[in-house]
C-alpha cells in the first residue's frame, strides 16, 4: 500500500493550493478518505474527508467554505482544494484511507508520508 501526498508549498494569506494523494496497493474505491494536518506541537487534527464513492463529503468547521475534497476512483487520486489560505492552515498534511468515514486519526489504516503547507507573507 501506498499513499504519495504532494502539491504543498509556501503561500501567501489569501492564497489557493491544491494538494494530491496517489494511491496504490488497494481497492481505492472502497475506501474513504481522509485528508488530516499536524502543526508543530499541536495533536494531528482532522480536516476533510469523502467516501468511497465521493458522494457524501465531510469537513472541520475551521476548513468548511474554504476547502473542498474530491477523489478520481479511476485515477485512484484524492484532491485537497485549499482556498482563502490562512497562516493557521500552516501544517503538514496527511491524507489516509479507512474502510469507511471517520474524524478520528487512530481509526485510519494507511497513510501518506504529508506534506508541508506554509501560509505566509
Known amino acids: 500500500v501506498q499513499l504519495v501526498e504532494s502539491g504543498g508549498g509556501l503561500v501567501q494569506p489569501g492564497g489557493s493550493l491544491r494538494l494530491s494523494c496517489a494511491a496504490s496497493?488497494?481497492?481505492?474505491?472502497?475506501?474513504?478518505m481522509g485528508w488530516f494536518r499536524q502543526a508543530p506541537g499541536k495533536e494531528r487534527e482532522f480536516v476533510a474527508a469523502?467516501?468511497?464513492?465521493?458522494?457524501?463529503?465531510y469537513y472541520s468547521d475551521s476548513v468548511k467554505g474554504r476547502f473542498a475534497i474530491s477523489r478520481d476512483n479511476a485515477k485512484t487520486t484524492v484532491y485537497l482544494q485549499m482556498n482563502s489560505l490562512k497562516p493557521e492552515d500552516t501544517a503538514v498534511y496527511y491524507c489516509?484511507?479507512?474502510?469507511?468515514?471517520?474524524?478520528?486519526?487512530?481509526?485510519?489504516?494507511?497513510w501518506g508520508q504529508g506534506t508541508q503547507v506554509t501560509v505566509s507573507s
Open positions: 496497493g488497494f481497492t481505492f474505491s472502497s475506501y474513504a
Open positions: 489516509a484511507a479507512n474502510r469507511r468515514y471517520d474524524r478520528n486519526y487512530a481509526e485510519y489504516d494507511y
Open positions: 469523502i467516501t468511497g464513492s465521493g458522494i457524501i463529503t
